[in-house]
């Protein structure tokens, strides 16, 4: 299986700092298709995740455009250009080009 | 507006059945593979279960092959977990999630397995 590796673990940031996590993948995700399917998803405290980035770096339409993500291969980066109070919670990074899709293991981003 | 909604959460004890459901609207249901995803308390997500649009191909995880069984119901827009041979460790908030651009997550269920 697909290894993906985060960090930080976790990071406290003041509103308007900026964010990066990194997601490390223990293979290539760059699919047959030329596709890489490297997505981004936020868990808020006691809900359930939502989605924010699929195939590396594009945007579901009701993400601000202060996200953004990059990488390829095996190395890939979320930011948050200002983080806002509604930005807390764990972000998950997860792979779907290799069966099975298996996820990182969580940065937990708290406001401080 | 799309909405998964699971149902069938509860307390079971070890070694015991549980079946949950997951009624899909807003899409179109039959044409697209559901997924189970759970996550242990205070832990990580674990995918655990696919099954094809038409129900043609069905995967598992490795811990939980053997004792759970995925399905649909397309005419019902409904998505089912079969779970036998409960163990605590499958203590956790089970999710329908639909994937692959758009994905959706559902609420989540949550199963608990104790003596």
């Known amino acids: 299986d697909v290894v993906m590796t985060q960090t930080p673990v976790s990071l406290s940031l003041a509103i308007g700092q900026p964010a990066s996590i990194s997601c490390k993948s223990s293979q290539s995700l760059l699919g047959t298709s030329g596709k890489t399917f490297l997505n981004w998803i936020l868990q808020r405290p006691g809900q359930s995740p939502k989605r924010l980035i699929y195939?590396?770096?594009k945007l579901y339409s009701e993400v601000p455009d202060r996200f953004s993500g990059s990488g390829s291969e095996t190395e890939f980066t979320l930011k948050i250009s200002r983080v806002e109070a509604e930005d807390l919670g764990v972000y998950y990074c997860?792979?779907?080009?290799?069966?099975?899709?298996?996820f990182g293991s969580g940065t937990k981003l708290e406001i401080k | 507006e799309v909405q998964l909604v699971e149902s069938g959460e509860g307390l079971v004890q070890p070694g015991s059945s549980m079946k949950l459901s997951c009624v899909a609207s807003g899409f179109t249901f039959s044409n697209y593979g559901m997924n189970w995803i759970r996550q242990a308390p205070k832990k990580g997500l674990e995918w655990i279960a696919l099954i094809y649009y038409d129900s043609s191909s069905k995967y598992y995880a490795d811990s939980v092959k053997g004792r759970f069984t995925i399905s649909r119901d397309n005419s019902k827009n409904t998505l089912y977990l079969e779970m036998n041979s409960l163990r605590s460790e499958d203590t956790a908030m089970y999710y329908c999630?639909?994937?692959?651009?758009?994905?959706?997550w559902g609420q989540g269920v949550m199963v608990t397995v104790s003596s």
């Open positions: 997860w792979q779907g080009t290799h069966f099975p899709l298996t």
């Open positions: 999630v639909k994937l692959g651009a758009p994905d959706y």
């Open positions: 195939q590396v770096s």
